[in-house]
């Protein structure tokens, strides 16, 4: 899964949500680091919906401009959990091994 | 409609009609949301970020992968064959120019002059420029190898690299060649050849593209035979290099056309033969490689000289230019008809109302 599919699939987690609800809410879920153009935005919105990760949800008219909100789908919600278990099982690895790596320096370090 | 509307919606029409007829309102609605902050609107454009999301957007569309509506996706297998074939081709020119080069150095133990126009005026380039082209050979090879094996990534970097030693060489040698625009018109239209198949390689094998399935004439013993094959014609031009009339059958555009004229006969054999087999991806791939190669024949032509050699060897390359022409023009006209009709509105995307299903 890209990095861009699993921020707009945590972007739509909690609530249904429009293409520039989704592009803000990704802005912030990675601090500003993943800005989607609507390009983008819809090219991954496709994908996922292909797969049968989001679907349509309801459509508004907003100020004038048509607004349709996506859902995740049961099957989306479960391809989020099983990335969001393999991304987790990564920090948990960099973790330990980080701690290891400082426990040697501090080890060096004291007998220095 | 604000300026900054209009043109996005400009922008918009890179993508097919029937996906902006689903599309087009809800993108124009997040892109203006997007910049509502903006004080003035009217003197804005949309930046080039968004018009390159757009395009990508497009390409991925129209070069269509698993899932994609008929059409697009007869277009991307398509350009998908065009980067294999190219590829594929790139491979046999490395066997026969590998092949050329064993038999030289076991002969004369350089090519020395011999390969001049190859290598560089007055052997500047040398041993080591056939060190350097032998292997940006195998960096084709290479990307072959890896696009087989699922290696898309990989193998799109390695056949930038390899296109990119192509294109220093050109310039290398044009740069030492007094009669450098007729050398740029010879290597850079063969260069074509390679731009196509990297372009190619670079727009069809996107995210959606489907792997490519090894067997048949992509399994590991028909490719081993061909890539011997291809040595022993290398050795072949070498031994045939005296005799004027092998010359514009040994060199790329002279490997390229007979290559083409026999998959597209081949190819036309069964589009007459086996209806349930015809499909709009072989004979457009055809086609569309037809173009570089008959542009890299045609600059081969040398009509400044006009000795008996000279005049058999444009006889060569106007016979080759014909039937690439003939068969590439006929390949096209066969690969059009076979394309599935143009999508309709509900093939566009995948967009389902979880509410009533509706399209």
Redesign the interface.
């Known amino acids: 899964m890209t990095e861009q599919a699993f921020f707009v699939l945590t972007a739509l987690a909690d609530e249904p949500r429009h293409g520039y609800g989704i592009v803000r809410e990704v802005d912030e879920l990675s601090g500003g680091r993943v800005r989607l153009k609507v390009g983008t935005l819809y090219g991954v919105l496709d994908r996922l919906a292909a797969d049968g990760l989001v679907v349509l949800n309801r459509e508004e008219v907003w100020q004038g401009r048509l607004r349709r909100y996506y859902r995740l789908t049961d099957s989306g919600a479960a391809a989020l959990e099983a990335e969001a278990v393999r991304l987790a099982e990564n920090v948990r690895s960099a973790k330990d091994r980080l701690s290891a790596r400082h426990g040697r320096a501090a080890t060096a370090g004291g007998s220095a | 409609m604000s300026l900054l509307e209009d043109n996005y919606r400009s922008v918009l029409r890179l993508l097919p009609a029937a996906y902006r007829a689903q ?1 087009e ?10 910049v509502g902050d903006a004080d003035d609107p009217d003197v804005l454009k949309p930046s080039w ?2 018009i ?6 497009s390409v ?2 129209r070069l269509g992968g ?2 994609a509506a008929p059409r697009w996706f007869a277009w991307g297998e398509t350009v998908r064959l065009v980067a294999l074939l190219g590829l594929v081709f790139q491979t046999v020119i490395s066997c026969v120019y590998a092949g050329g080069l064993l038999l030289l150095y076991a002969k004369v133990h350089s090519p020395g002059a011999h390969y001049e126009p190859d290598t560089g005026p007055g052997g500047a380039v040398g041993p080591i420029g056939d060190i350097a082209q032998t292997l940006a050979g195998g960096l084709w090879i290479a990307a072959l190898a890896a696009l087989l094996y699922g290696r898309v990534h990989a193998a799109k970097v390695v056949a930038l690299i390899a296109v990119a030693l192509q294109l220093y060489f050109v310039a290398a040698i044009v740069a030492n060649d007094p009669y450098w625009w007729e050398t740029l018109q010879r290597k850079g239209s063969y260069a074509l050849l390679s731009l196509v198949s990297i372009t190619a390689l670079t727009a069809g094998f996107h ?2 593209a489907p792997p490519v399935r090894r067997g048949g004439w992509l399994s590991e013993p028909a490719l081993g035979a061909g890539a011997l094959l291809s040595v022993a014609v290398g050795v072949a031009g070498v031994q045939l290099d005296r005799r004027p009339w092998s010359w514009a059958w040994f060199d790329a555009p002279g490997l390229a056309g007979p290559m083409i004229v026999i998959a597209g006969a081949a190819y036309l054999g069964v589009h007459a033969y086996a209806p349930d087999r015809r499909t709009p991806a072989w004979p457009l791939a055809l086609a569309i490689l037809a173009a570089p190669v008959l542009c890299a024949r045609v600059a081969g032509l040398n009509f400044s000289s006009d000795d008996a050699i000279t005049r058999a060897v444009n006889a060569v390359m106007l016979g080759q230019s014909l039937a690439v022409t003939f068969v590439g023009l006929v390949l096209l006209v066969v690969g059009a008809r076979a394309l599935p009709a143009s999508e309709r509105v509900a093939d566009a ?7 009533d299903g509706s399209a």
Do not use: H, K, Q, T
């Not at chain 2, 309102?25 to 997007?34: G, K, T």
């Not at chain 2, 390159?52 to 957007?57: P, T």
């Not at chain 2, 995307?349 to 509410?355: D, H, R, S, T, Y």
């Open positions: 599309r309102e809800e993108m124009v609605s997040a892109f203006m949301e997007s970020a968004e390159a999301s757009v395009a990508a957007l991925r569309i698993v899932g995210r959606d995307g995948p967009l389902v109302n979880e509410a």
